[in-house]
């Protein structure tokens, strides 16, 4: 039943307790997914409706460790992926955090059920999630977007959260666009056209 309330807070954005218990509220948020998923809404938590939870883009938790940026005007309707990115991402964060240099700001990642998104490439399938770079004034989630030729940036700390972001995801990392040429000849990044102010990170699964 704990297992239940997590999904349907990290599908729905929804604040149950995670109690065990299968109180109205839960059952209304299961009848609530369900007709948005187009399934039978009888609140019953069978095979169907655990499938459609499992497959069901996740939404990222903007607490402690994490901001929500929004620099192509596409707002938090963009910021869907699915349950492994998103849980990698925050366990990188989480780590970032222990460095006392703020939260690392997220910006574009997808559409609650993929899609095309303004401005973008690619963020189709939930497997790609941007982030900004760290400043030397730990300010990157309320001060002004930077690049890395900016007087601002810090690139120790932005590789300390590519490292993190690789540690957390180890063999699930495609590929991080930023276009730091140190970080470039270190290994951690890649070069990608109009990736000067922000890091693309690209999962596998």
């Given at each position: 039943?704990?297992?239940?309330?997590?999904?349907?807070n990290?599908?729905r954005?929804?604040?149950?307790?995670?109690?065990g218990v299968?109180?109205?509220?839960?059952?209304?948020?299961v009848?609530?997914?369900q007709s948005?998923?187009?399934?039978?809404?009888?609140?019953?938590?069978?095979?169907?409706?655990?499938?459609?939870?499992?497959?069901?883009?996740?939404?990222?938790?903007?607490g402690?460790?994490?901001?929500?940026?929004?620099?192509?005007?596409?707002?938090?309707?963009?910021?869907?992926?699915?349950?492994?990115?998103?849980?990698?991402?925050?366990?990188?964060?989480?780590?970032?955090a222990s460095t006392?240099q703020?939260?690392?700001?997220?910006?574009?990642?997808?559409?609650?059920?993929?899609?095309?998104?303004?401005?973008?490439?690619?963020?189709?399938?939930?497997?790609?999630?941007?982030?900004?770079?760290?400043?030397?004034?730990?300010?990157?989630?309320?001060?002004?977007?930077?690049?890395w030729?900016?007087?601002?940036?810090?690139?120790?700390?932005?590789?300390?959260?590519?490292?993190?972001?690789?540690?957390?995801?180890?063999?699930?990392?495609?590929?991080?666009?930023?276009?730091?040429?140190?970080?470039?000849?270190?290994?951690?990044?890649?070069?990608?056209p109009?990736?000067?102010?922000?890091l693309?990170?690209?999962?596998?699964?």
């Open positions: 039943m704990k297992a239940l309330q997590v999904e349907l990290g599908m954005r929804l604040n149950l307790p995670v109690d299968f109180g109205t509220a839960v059952r209304d948020a009848v609530a997914f948005h998923a187009g399934i039978g809404a009888d609140g019953i938590v069978g095979p169907i409706t655990w499938r459609n939870l499992a497959w069901h883009y996740d939404y990222p938790d903007f402690a460790n994490l901001c929500d940026q929004d620099p192509d005007g596409n707002g938090t309707a963009a910021n869907w992926a699915t349950s492994a990115a998103v849980a990698q991402l925050e366990q990188a964060a989480r780590s970032f006392s703020g939260k690392v700001p997220y910006g574009d990642a997808g559409f609650e059920h993929g899609g095309d998104i303004p401005g973008h490439g690619s963020h189709e399938v939930g497997l790609d999630i941007d982030i900004w770079p760290i400043r030397t004034d730990n300010a990157q989630c309320t001060a002004g977007r930077i690049t030729e900016s007087s601002t940036y810090d690139r120790a700390a932005t590789r300390q959260l590519v490292q993190a972001i690789r540690a957390a995801a180890p063999g699930h990392v495609r590929i991080i666009f930023f276009n730091d040429p140190v970080l470039i000849n270190e290994g951690l990044t890649a070069e990608w109009a990736h000067d102010n922000h693309h990170v690209r999962f596998c699964e």
